[in-house]
């Protein structure tokens, strides 16, 4: 055998990754971002020394680097050209980049105000909140988990779930996957975990997270939908739940991680069921909204 040729074990492989590319994409970006997460857990934890918070960055672009190799065994060059123009595709109107933007972050403080004892920890608007939320929100976009995760979860993963499941089950099935791919965060103090707590935190934020995430992947799926099929505007969106929890939520000292992500859940949770009504689980999909599939790349 050549050198550079393929074996018959990676053949063989890239066949099952063929016959099987929803599994295989989930598998590998489980893989990069739980494998790229133990170092910052054994920090926080005091068993090995060292600030892995780069590398914890890094671990959310996982499903990113999943869509791109499938997409590479799937359709070849082809499909990395793709994933890329998935990127950059700018299809919406103004009227949705106002939503995505603006609406989503005040959705968020509403259900921050409405708990009982946060609306009076206020401490205030600053000027500097003008300029710290756009900067906050380009650092949140390219490291904070949008960039890393959208590619994969709207970009590759949603429109073959949507097309073998429909909208509403393909969007239930990714948001339990999307929401289990974070249980390594339970472990850190990004989600309430950490040293010096147990089992019952986990207990107490996990069943909120899981309802929290399946009404975001609710709401994701049709902002992605009625786009038709906008990686970009998934990307935003997702940029705009994260950022306001760096920005605004120190501005309410009474949030915790619990309370913050009961509050995304009371104000994402409603608009779901919303559009969950009013679409009647449709959630805007159309068929011929599917992308147009390349062949294969030959052997």
């Not at 004892?117 to 976009?141: D, E, I, N, Q």
């Not at 309430?192 to 019952?200: A, L, N, Q």
């Not at 929890?245 to 991680?257: C, E, G, K, N, Y």
């Not at 994402?268 to 009504?277: D, K, Y």
Request: charged share 10%.
């Amino acid at each position: 055998m050549k050198s550079g040729e393929p074996t018959p074990a990676s053949n063989n492989l890239r066949q099952f990754m063929r016959q099987h590319p929803l599994f295989s994409f989930f598998f590998i970006a489980y893989a990069i971002s739980w494998i790229l997460s133990i170092p910052f857990i054994l920090s926080e934890w005091g068993v090995s020394q060292g600030d892995f918070t780069i590398v914890f960055a890094i671990k959310s672009f996982g499903p990113f680097l999943a869509a791109y190799i499938m997409t590479g065994i799937l359709e070849g060059k082809w499909g990395k050209r793709l994933l890329r123009q998935w990127i950059r595709q700018k299809r919406a109107g103004w009227g949705w980049y106002l939503f995505v933007l603006l609406g989503i972050p005040v959705l968020l403080v509403l259900g921050f105000i409405i708990q009982p004892g946060v609306l009076a920890s206020f401490t205030g608007f600053t000027p500097v909140l003008l300029v710290s939320y756009p900067l906050t929100f380009v650092a949140v976009f390219f490291g904070g988990g949008p960039l890393g995760e959208e590619p994969g979860w709207r970009g590759f993963a949603l429109p073959r779930l949507q097309k073998r499941y429909g909208p509403l089950w393909g969007t239930l099935i990714l948001g339990v996957v999307w929401t289990c791919w974070h249980l390594p965060d339970f472990l850190t103090s990004a989600q309430g975990g950490g040293p010096g707590t147990g089992f019952s935190a986990f207990l107490a934020n996990f069943p909120i997270f899981l309802v929290l995430v399946m009404s975001l992947a609710v709401i994701l799926t049709w902002i992605f939908n009625r786009t038709g099929g906008s990686v970009i505007m998934a990307l935003l969106a997702h940029a705009s739940v994260n950022t306001p929890q760096v920005v605004i939520m120190p501005l309410f000292p009474a949030l915790d991680t619990t309370r913050l992500n009961l509050a995304a859940l009371i104000s994402f949770g409603l608009m779901a069921l919303l559009l969950l009504v009013l679409t009647r689980g449709r959630l805007g999909y159309k068929l011929e909204q599917e992308p147009d599939q390349a062949p294969a790349a030959q052997e």
